[in-house]
């Protein structure tokens, strides 16, 4: 499981990017979230996630709220 932050947010299109510990920028969409609702996520807001390797590079699912 790997932490970061979220980093921006495309509200209208449902997707964003996470920054992680390493200072990589990570693609997500809103529908790797679990128990937590798209429009609830804030810019800098602390997550855990997962990756997943595609063609255009690593995508973050099983995103969470990370308990800090």
């Known amino acids: 499981?790997?932490?970061?932050?979220?980093?921006?947010?495309?509200?209208?299109r449902g997707f964003g990017f996470i920054s992680d510990t390493d200072?990589?920028?990570?693609?997500f969409h809103k529908n790797s979230l679990i128990d937590v609702q798209f429009e609830a996520l804030a810019?800098?807001?602390a997550v855990?996630?997962?990756?997943?390797?595609t063609?255009?590079?690593?995508?973050?699912?099983?995103?969470?709220?990370?308990n800090e």
């Open 23 to 27: 200072g990589n920028e990570v693609f």
């Open 43 to 45: 810019e800098n807001q």
């Open 1 to 12: 499981m790997h932490t970061g932050k979220i980093k921006k947010l495309i509200k209208d």
């Open 48 to 53: 855990e996630f997962e990756t997943k390797k």
């Open 55 to 66: 063609p255009k590079g690593s995508n973050a699912i099983n995103i969470r709220i990370a």
